[in-house]
Structures are given as structure tokens and as C-alpha cells.
């Protein structure tokens, strides 16, 4: 019997991949950059599964083109990149991976945080460029963590992980805003939760972990920039479209705030062009949350037992509308 035919938007680790291949006929896109939307609509003609990334729009019109498709196994802990009602309205399960990105993501934002509090990629850079000449008391004066207040904007899984950190390694306050209360972090982290506008105006740092959606899409702009303090460090690694970047230049620039470290952007890749990287005082990483080698084992394991699960008529690991059932073949 053939196996049923599955589309893979690009490759992911093999520790998913070979789990796939004993339930499926893959076919792997093997170029560095996704799959154009023309050329995606042909390649999931006959697909019964599709393993879709950020990068690749699944709209309606990719769905239409794919009368057989049975599962959407996303890449990703988010499904901004696929039509939720599209899907569901065919009866198409969409898989995602969550919960084992936390660490890898809680790290990237501490190591964005000392990164730009510190001045670590202004004082290397000068450092290659010979503008180190010597030990210079005022030269690349950063800010300190120990003691200070952080400010987390969606204490989900990965903020709090974040906060640990902060809290038990460098003894810092913590505040947050959270569309519910948060006990387990006000017990263990001694967290408090506020509005948003006691947030901006009493962080020494901020680090963005909402989720992307109407009300986030850019939530913070030049009035959040200017109600921060002079010394803030910024930081997000939730979504690019969460930050007006032209505000967050603009702040930067003008010294409104210290520093900023983002490891996402809008759009993706940030075209080398872009103000931002001309700033000094921002640290940009190329949206690298969770590249570890166990992070992204897993995420591919999650993806391949969704994708599974749905070509099987089994209950999914992880599923974003499990509202709808798997079928049978």
C-alpha cells in the first residue's frame, strides 16, 4: 500500500524527518529559502500532510489547493503563518510545538539582556576595528542587572523562565503584566503584577514574551518608548510585529533608552539597510531562540508525531484546533 504523500516546507532535523519516512512519502524542499506561495500550492497538490514553518503562508488558497490534505504539522510553537478559520472550516487539524522551547528561548532573552546592557557587540566591534587603544575609564559603560527591576510583558512559560534567572541570580525585582493572575510566580519569583504603564515607568529592563495577535500587534511605540526610563534595556524575543521598529529607532537614537536586543524583527530577515543595525546601542540576532540541538530535536519530534498522528486518525501531541478530529484515510 503507498504510503500517503506529505510536502516538508524545508528540511528540519533528521530526528523528525526519519520518524516521518516510516508513515509517509516525503518530499523534502531542498533550498535555503521557503517555498515561493505559487510554488507551494503545486508541491501540496496531492498532499495528504504538509509540515509547514513560519515562512510559509498556509492561506485558504494553499488549503484549495490541496483537496487531500489531511494535516498541518507547523514547525513552530506559533501559527501566525496559517489561516486557523481557513483550517478549520475544512476539517484540517493543525499541529504546532510548544512547551520545549521555553529554556532555549528564556536564555536567548537573558543573553540578549547582558549583551545590550553591557555593550558587549559595540565594544567587540570597535575592539576588531582598532578603536581599542587602551583601558579607558569611561569607555563602553554599560548597566548593571544586580538589584534592578524587570519588567516582563506576558508572563507565559518563557517569561517566567526569564525571571527565574533574573530573580535568583541577580536579585531582581520583578513586575509583569499577564491577562490573568500569575500566583505560582508571585509565590515562588516574589512577582507582582501591574498595568502596563506602571511597568514602563518602573523597569530598568523590559522583555516582551506576549503573543502576536490584534491587540499586541504593535504594542509598543513611540508613547511606550517615551513613558520608559532613560537607562532601560529592551528586549524582545516574542514576534517583530509586537515593536514599531521606526519608534524603536527613533528612541534609540535619541537616547530615550539605553540599548535594545531583539532576536525578532519585522519583517524577517531585516533587510541589512535597515536603521537598526546602523544603531550601536542595538543587538540584533537573526531569530535564534531555539537553535540548540535539543530544542530543535524536539520541536521535530513533536512535529513528526503530529504529523502522524493526523495521517493516522490518532490524537496529536499538540493541536491549535482540536475542535477538529483526525480521520481516517
Known amino acids: 500500500m503507498a504510503l500517503p504523500h506529505v510536502f516538508v516546507a524545508r528540511r528540519i532535523p533528521d530526528f523528525g524527518l526519519e520518524k516521518m519516512a516510516k508513515y509517509a512519502?516525503?518530499?523534502?524542499?531542498?533550498?535555503?529559502?521557503?517555498?515561493?506561495?505559487?510554488?507551494?500550492?503545486?508541491?501540496?497538490?496531492?498532499?495528504?500532510?504538509?509540515v509547514s514553518l513560519l515562512t510559509d503562508r498556509v492561506d485558504a488558497s494553499v488549503m484549495d489547493a490541496a483537496p487531500k490534505l489531511r494535516i498541518i504539522s507547523?514547525?513552530?510553537?506559533?501559527?501566525?503563518?496559517?489561516?486557523i478559520p481557513a483550517a478549520t472550516?475544512?476539517?484540517?487539524?493543525?499541529?504546532?510545538?510548544?512547551?520545549?522551547?521555553?529554556?532555549?528561548?528564556?536564555?536567548?532573552?537573558?543573553?540578549?539582556?547582558?549583551?545590550?546592557?553591557?555593550?558587549?557587540?559595540?565594544?567587540?566591534?570597535?575592539?576588531?576595528?582598532?578603536?581599542?587603544?587602551?583601558?579607558?575609564?569611561?569607555?563602553?559603560?554599560?548597566?548593571?542587572?544586580?538589584?534592578?527591576?524587570?519588567?516582563?510583558?506576558?508572563?507565559?512559560?518563557?517569561?517566567?523562565?526569564?525571571?527565574?534567572?533574573?530573580?535568583?541570580?541577580?536579585?531582581?525585582?520583578?513586575?509583569?503584566?499577564?491577562?490573568?493572575?500569575?500566583p505560582e510566580s508571585d509565590q515562588e519569583l516574589q512577582a507582582r503584577q501591574v498595568q502596563m504603564s506602571e511597568l514602563l515607568q518602573e523597569s530598568d529592563f523590559v522583555s516582551v514574551h506576549c503573543d502576536?495577535?490584534?491587540?499586541?500587534?504593535?504594542?509598543?511605540?513611540?508613547?511606550?518608548?517615551?513613558?520608559?526610563?532613560?537607562?532601560?534595556?529592551?528586549?524582545?524575543t516574542s514576534r517583530g510585529p509586537v515593536v514599531d521598529q521606526t519608534a524603536l529607532?527613533?528612541?534609540?537614537?535619541?537616547?530615550?533608552?539605553?540599548?535594545?536586543?531583539?532576536?525578532?524583527?519585522?519583517?524577517?530577515p531585516l533587510p541589512p539597510t535597515h536603521e537598526?543595525?546602523?544603531?550601536?546601542?542595538?543587538?540584533?540576532?537573526?531569530?535564534?531562540?531555539?537553535?540548540?540541538?535539543?530544542t530543535r530535536n524536539a520541536m521535530a519530534r513533536i512535529c513528526a508525531e503530529n504529523l502522524i498522528a493526523g495521517l493516522t486518525g490518532q490524537k496529536m501531541t499538540s493541536c491549535v484546533n482540536p475542535e477538529v478530529p483526525t480521520r481516517q484515510s
Open 212 to 236: 502576536l495577535n490584534e491587540t499586541t500587534k504593535g504594542l509598543f511605540g513611540a508613547e511606550q518608548f517615551a513613558q520608559m526610563r532613560s537607562h532601560v534595556v529592551f528586549v524582545n
Open 89 to 182: 472550516a475544512r476539517k484540517i487539524p493543525i499541529g504546532n510545538t510548544p512547551g520545549v522551547l521555553t529554556e532555549a528561548t528564556a536564555d536567548i532573552a537573558m543573553t540578549l539582556m547582558l549583551a545590550a546592557s553591557r555593550r558587549l557587540t559595540e565594544s567587540c566591534e570597535d575592539a576588531k576595528a582598532g578603536r581599542w587603544k587602551t583601558w579607558e575609564p569611561l569607555g563602553w559603560i554599560g548597566q548593571e542587572l544586580q538589584g534592578r527591576t524587570l519588567g516582563i510583558v506576558g508572563m507565559g512559560r518563557i517569561g517566567h523562565a526569564l525571571a527565574r534567572r533574573c530573580h535568583f541570580g541577580w536579585g531582581m525585582k520583578v513586575i509583569y503584566t499577564s491577562r490573568s493572575p500569575k
Open 74 to 83: 507547523n514547525f513552530a510553537v506559533g501559527v501566525n503563518n496559517v489561516d
Open 25 to 50: 512519502d516525503l518530499d523534502i524542499w531542498p533550498e535555503q529559502l521557503p517555498p515561493a506561495p505559487e510554488v507551494l500550492r503545486q508541491k501540496v497538490k496531492n498532499c495528504e500532510g504538509l
Open 276 to 294: 537598526l543595525y546602523s544603531l550601536s546601542n542595538c543587538v540584533i540576532a537573526p531569530h535564534i531562540a531555539s537553535a540548540t540541538v535539543p
Open 249 to 268: 529607532a527613533q528612541a534609540l537614537r535619541s537616547q530615550k533608552i539605553f540599548a535594545a536586543g531583539l532576536d525578532v524583527t519585522d519583517p524577517e
